[in-house]
């Protein structure tokens, strides 16, 4: 993101440099000086008195303003495309009536095939696994009767994982469903970071939910990058590593990391830029639920 500070600067001393440029053209090719009074009354005269003047002397001046027209545009580009986005999206996202009698079913059929510990909601303790075989076959055995009662928008790991990223400058979002996957984390940051994290969920279901947001990211928001960054708190121990998702052991390996990765500060001249761009991740966070 430019500062507004850097555009200024940017423009005067484009226009600066398209004034010098002009001057020097005139004084060469016409042996007229722009910065002389003298001239300016001269030419003054001879328009008087109707006297021919080079259609040249009259373009140089046009093509002078066009040039300083298109420099301050490409300046100013970013900015620009972010204002006519934002229309655009809006206009996508119509469709809410359909969604309120089919998916539903769905998608929480899906939500519940998502591995996650059953842990008290009112005071959420680190899971320990097991240390003998019988006792993870007794486990795997009755996963799927606690997976039921326990979906993911209701782990009790959400609100550690919230405050870890808000306590390190990220604005978390609503968690969307997408393609099926939804995550326990959707958070925001400075500079067009996101971050999507889930707990003991599916590898290849996230990563292909992510192929989906990025889609829709390139698909809305061409010439502006969005940054995805997703995790698995893997508290199962069923990954190793992975190129694309950072695979955290505990809650608090996850901390560890957030505290040294932050998210960038917003000064008062990124303020109007980040929240176009949180608006921006509203829309799209609307928009998904219907695709």
């Not at 995550?183 to 707990?199: K, M, S």
């Amino acid at each position: 993101m430019k500062n507004k500070l850097e555009h200024i600067l940017l423009s005067i001393l484009l226009g600066l440099s398209v004034l010098l440029g002009l001057s020097f053209w005139l004084n060469t090719i016409f042996n007229f000086n722009m910065f002389c009074k003298g001239h300016w009354d001269e030419f003054a005269k001879l328009q008087a008195s109707q006297t021919p003047i080079s259609i040249g002397f009259y373009l140089s001046f046009i093509v002078a303003v066009l040039i300083f027209v298109f420099g301050i545009y490409f300046i100013y580009r970013q900015i620009i495309i972010q204002h006519i986005h934002r229309p655009k999206n809006a206009v996508v996202i119509v469709p809410q009536q359909k969604i309120a009698n089919e998916p539903v079913k769905e998608t929480k059929e899906e939500e519940t095939t998502i591995n996650q510990p059953v842990i008290s909601a009112s005071r959420p303790p680190r899971l320990n696994l097991p240390n003998n075989m019988a006792q993870i076959v007794a486990q795997k055995h009755t996963e799927p009767e606690r997976q039921k009662k326990l979906a993911p928008s209701e782990n009790p790991y959400n609100p550690i994982i919230s405050e870890v990223f808000s306590n390190n400058g990220y604005i978390v979002k609503p968690n969307p469903t997408i393609s099926g996957f939804t995550p326990n984390l959707f958070a925001i940051g400075n500079n067009e970071i996101i971050w999507v994290g889930g707990v003991d969920c599916d590898i290849d279901k996230m990563t292909n939910a992510l192929e989906k947001l990025n889609s829709v990211f390139k698909e809305t928001l061409e010439d502006i990058p969005i940054h995805i960054n997703a995790f698995i708190l893997d508290t199962m121990g069923r990954y190793n590593n992975n190129d694309n998702i950072h695979i955290f052991k505990s809650i608090d390996e996850l901390k560890a990391f957030i505290d040294e990765h932050p998210a960038d500060k917003i000064s008062e001249d990124d303020r109007e830029s980040f929240d176009s761009y949180s608006e921006y991740i509203d829309t799209i966070i609307q928009y998904i639920k219907n695709i």
